[in-house]
């Protein structure tokens, strides 16, 4: 059983920044990675932003540059800070932890959400 707890959303001015985090208790699996996704109203949820076990990161081009991914395998827990934050940033943003059952992380995988966190970015 995976619970993936997230915080830090709220309301920003455009320009301004958040750091979002999330808690991962119950199973930490030895193939996966873990992500940030958002869904704004009336669209589908996208990805925001990766990183696997091994610390490598990948993120959507709208937002290069101005969110960073990271992680601390200790605790464990999962952050997205978010800086120069536009109104077309705002959503509710779910963190992810994507298990694959291969090595290559390749094939099969199974998908655990959190319950979201909603950002506002006012103009």
């Known amino acids: 059983q995976v619970q993936l707890v997230e915080s830090g959303g709220g309301l920003v001015q455009a320009g301004g920044s958040l750091r979002l985090s999330c808690v991962v208790s119950?199973?930490?699996?030895?193939?996966?990675?873990l992500g940030w996704y958002r869904q704004a109203p009336g669209k589908q949820r996208e990805l925001v932003a990766i990183?696997?076990?091994?610390?490598?990161?990948n993120y959507a081009d709208s937002v290069k540059g101005r969110f960073t991914i990271s992680r601390d395998n200790a605790k464990p827990t999962v952050y997205l800070q978010m800086s120069s934050l536009k109104p077309e940033d705002a959503a509710v943003y779910y963190c992810?932890?994507?298990?694959?059952?291969?090595?290559?992380?390749?094939?099969?995988?199974?998908?655990?959400w959190g319950q979201g966190t909603q950002v506002t970015v006012s103009s």
């Open positions: 990183i696997t076990t091994g610390g490598s990161t």
């Open positions: 119950g199973s930490i699996f030895s193939f996966s990675r």
């Open positions: 992810n932890i994507r298990r694959y059952y291969d090595r290559d992380m390749r094939g099969s995988y199974s998908d655990y």
